[in-house]
């Protein structure tokens, strides 16, 4: 994910695990209970959303579902993150619109 990260983004950013204690580190002060802020959140959402009620006969098919349906999900759903972010920074980590 990182060297994608590194060659693909041409704006600095901050890589941020899933809060699990041992993926954690002391580089981000991260607001608790902020899993509105975690990208991957969002993204299991959208996909959770485009497959659910669509049965599948097996597991290539439900991949090919899911490929679907990642190629399908917003880019509105990745470019909102900094503004999500900077909704936590002006409510000082307090809950926000989110």
């Known amino acids: 994910m990182l060297p994608f990260a590194r ?12 809060n ?3 993926h954690t580190s002391n580089h981000i002060k991260w607001p608790s209970q902020s899993p509105d802020l975690n990208l991957i959140e969002h993204l299991w959402e959208e996909l ?4 659910s009620g ?10 090919s579902q899911f490929q ?5 999900i917003p880019q509105s759903v990745l470019t909102n993150l900094p503004r999500r972010c900077q909704a936590v920074i002006d409510s000082r980590g307090f809950a ?3």
């Open 68 to 72: 679907t349906a990642w190629a399908q």
């Open 96 to 98: 926000d619109k989110y």
């Open 54 to 63: 669509i049965r599948a006969r097996n597991a290539d098919q439900k991949f």
């Open 7 to 18: 060659a693909s983004l041409w704006v600095r950013y901050s890589f941020q695990q899933d």
């Open 48 to 51: 959770e959303r485009c497959v």
């Open 20 to 22: 699990d204690p041992k």
